[in-house]
């Protein structure tokens, strides 16, 4: 398997799927059956999100508590690893009504050790000062080449934050939005840096396709999301999985490329279809 920074540069792939939380219909997100059932759909990113237990240990996991996974409403860094692996997760994203399942909390390990040479990982912290101690265990489970990790990077003061990290061998993507107002600031800041992915949210759809040639020389594939959250705007699954030209078309089509779903199948399918 090639390194993700090189998957990402090659300008023959295709359109690259990213798992939220992992292929989490039919398995727990965030869990391993998640990440493995991401490469059986044949996603070629998995996101997970990076959290550490009270005693110390990196561990998956998106809430800052187990109620919606769990149905346990208690901080989940305040388990130990011990007692997060004797939880059982709930089915799919969870919620009140959903079937417990033999899946628990995996470590990052665990979770690396999977993906180590088979998927890509977008590893989302969600307390940034981990960065160092989550690149020094990629490195130690030689998944460095493979995972990548993230943070915004929008004014000087985050630049800096990111230069004085210790991420040596795992690979970078900024987060950013794009407005026409702003581009060329935000392009500047980002070329001191030379993330090889900025995952992105923009105010028009015209403000990227007019400016797809700066992406293009600046080396720097877009990431979206299309997840059906606030954020996502008016690009969502719910609308792709009805009109898929009017989302992940019209996105392909001003040169995004990488594509952050929950709904991985779908947008495979479509991917292949628009390549028939």
């Not at 999100?49 to 508590?65: N, P, Q, Y």
């Not at 070329?191 to 797809?212: G, L, Y």
């Not at 080396?219 to 997840?227: P, Y």
């Not at 969502?236 to 989302?247: G, V």
Request: charged letters at 30%.
């Amino acid at each position: 398997m090639t390194h993700y920074k090189d998957y990402i540069a090659d300008p023959l792939r295709d359109c690259a799927i990213v798992a939220h939380r992992g292929a989490w219909r039919g398995a727990p997100e965030n869990s391993l059956a998640a990440i493995e059932r991401a490469i059986a759909v044949g996603a070629d990113i998995v996101e997970l999100d990076v959290r550490k237990s009270a005693d110390g240990e990196l561990f998956i996991m998106h809430d800052d508590t187990l109620l919606r996974m769990a149905g346990i409403d208690r901080d989940a860094e305040t388990f130990t690893i011990a007692e997060l692996q004797a939880i059982a997760l709930r089915e799919d994203d969870g919620g009140e009504g959903r079937a417990m399942t033999d899946q628990r909390v995996p470590t990052l390990r665990q979770a690396l050790e999977i993906i180590r040479g088979r998927i890509f990982a977008d590893l989302d912290l969600k307390d940034r000062g981990l960065f160092s101690e989550v690149a020094a265990c990629a490195r130690d489970m030689n998944a460095a080449p493979y995972v990548d990790l993230k943070t915004r990077v929008m004014t000087r003061e985050e630049l800096d934050w990111v230069r004085e990290q210790n991420i040596e061998g795992v690979p970078f993507m900024a987060m950013a939005k794009f407005t026409a107002e702003d581009l060329q600031e935000t392009m500047a800041l980002l070329s001191q840096i030379k993330p090889f992915m900025c995952e992105m949210r923009f105010d028009r759809i015209e403000t990227i396709t007019e400016n797809r040639q700066l992406f293009r020389d600046a080396n720097m594939a877009l990431w979206t999301n299309t997840l059906n959250m606030a954020e996502s705007g008016e690009w969502r699954d719910e609308t792709a999985l009805t009109d898929p030209d009017r989302i992940w078309g019209r996105l392909m089509e001003a040169g995004i490329s990488v594509f952050q779903t929950d709904e991985p199948e779908a947008l495979k399918a479509y991917i292949k279809a628009r390549r028939a």
